[in-house]
């Protein structure tokens, strides 16, 4: 789970790579509220190995960025 806040009102994308650069992930949110959201990445889903993955939030231009280990 990712927790993320907003300054303003935003257009928001999550990107997903793994540690070779390699984009797993990459979707669009949309325009979203000011204030705290949450995104939760669906491991299972994603048939995402174990490992250590780098997350991307992309708002209005600004970029955060942090790490994902998974270890199912």
């Given at each position: 789970n990712m927790?993320?806040?907003?300054?303003?009102?935003?257009?928001?994308?999550?990107?997903?790579?793994?540690?070779?650069?390699?984009?797993?992930?990459?979707?669009?949110?949309?325009?979203?509220?000011?204030?705290?959201?949450?995104?939760?990445?669906?491991?299972?889903?994603?048939?995402?190995?174990?490992?250590?993955?780098?997350?991307?939030?992309?708002?209005?231009?600004?970029?955060?960025?942090?790490?994902?280990?998974v270890n199912?």
């Amino acid at each position: 789970n990712m927790v993320y806040t907003l300054k303003v009102k935003a257009d928001v994308s999550v990107k997903l790579v793994d540690i070779t650069g390699r984009i797993i992930f990459n979707r669009n949110l949309g325009i979203q509220s000011k204030g705290e959201h949450l995104y939760n990445f669906s491991v299972e889903s994603n048939d995402l190995i174990n490992g250590i993955y780098f997350y991307s939030i992309i708002a209005n231009q600004q970029v955060h960025t942090g790490k994902l280990i998974v270890n199912k």
